[in-house]
């Protein structure tokens, strides 16, 4: 009888050693476990428990390695009027020639000045834009679930201004990409033509605060080669 219930409990425990759980791909102390493609030394820091990012120059920094199926959970603030930022997912490991950015999808995070500083024909773009839109980048095709072009814009403008944190909870599983803006699911995307890649976070001219960066990695699934960002040399 012992030996049967220690059975049942090693069973138990293998089975929970496999359940998917939240890890930091940020600890808060140093940059392990990331990677400076194309910006400045000094572009990203550290600071009590928080990644800065300076802005400058427009470029990215990535993961050491790929992810396909993933729960990514991110808080981001702002600190400049208009501030530009955002996320690649899905990316492959350097720049495309002639731009700052790699192949991948880009979950974007604008302050929530950027329409009135951005005007265009003395017209305002609509408030969707300054959060949350899904579009690919590069060689990468998506379908928008709410297109405004080739892009995905948010059904609801959930974002907080300058100074004060914002959360996306990004579900990401088999080329399709879910989004949610501070507790409620706003945006997503499809039919990726790259569904397993690096994920990277984006410097594009404002300074911004990223915190409590975790991932939950899920199972994989049918992925061909063509479907993978090429891994870096």
């Not at 808060?28 to 990331?34: A, N």
């Not at 396909?68 to 495309?96: D, I, Q």
Request: proline share 6%; hydrophobic share 35%.
């Amino acid at each position: 009888m012992k030996r049967f219930g220690a059975a049942i409990l090693m069973a138990g425990l293998l089975v929970a050693a496999d359940v998917p759980a939240f890890r930091d791909l940020f600890n808060g102390k140093d940059l392990e476990g990331w990677v400076n493609v194309n910006t400045a030394a000094d572009t990203w820091q550290v600071e009590n428990g928080m990644l800065v990012c300076t802005g400058h120059p427009i470029g990215v920094m990535r993961t050491v390695r790929q992810y396909e199926n993933f729960v990514l959970h991110v808080e981001w603030m702002h600190t400049e009027p208009g501030g530009n930022s955002g996320m690649f997912l899905w990316s492959g490991p350097r720049a495309n020639p002639g731009s700052p950015f790699p192949d991948g999808v880009e979950v974007q995070m604008l302050e929530l000045e950027w329409p009135e500083l951005h005007k265009q024909d003395g017209k305002t773009p609509p408030l969707a834009y300054v959060h949350g839109e899904l579009f690919g980048v590069g060689s990468v095709k998506t379908t928008p679930d709410n297109p405004r072009g080739v892009r995905s814009m948010s059904i609801e403008n959930r974002c907080k201004g300058r100074g004060e944190w914002n959360t996306y909870d990004v579900v990401a599983v088999d080329g399709v990409i879910k989004l949610s803006v501070n507790g409620k699911f706003v945006n997503g995307i499809s039919h990726t033509s790259q569904k397993k890649g690096y994920i990277c976070m984006e410097s594009e001219g404002a300074k911004i605060y990223f915190r409590n960066i975790r991932i939950m990695e899920l199972p994989p699934g049918v992925t061909t080669a063509g479907q993978s960002a090429p891994e870096a040399n």
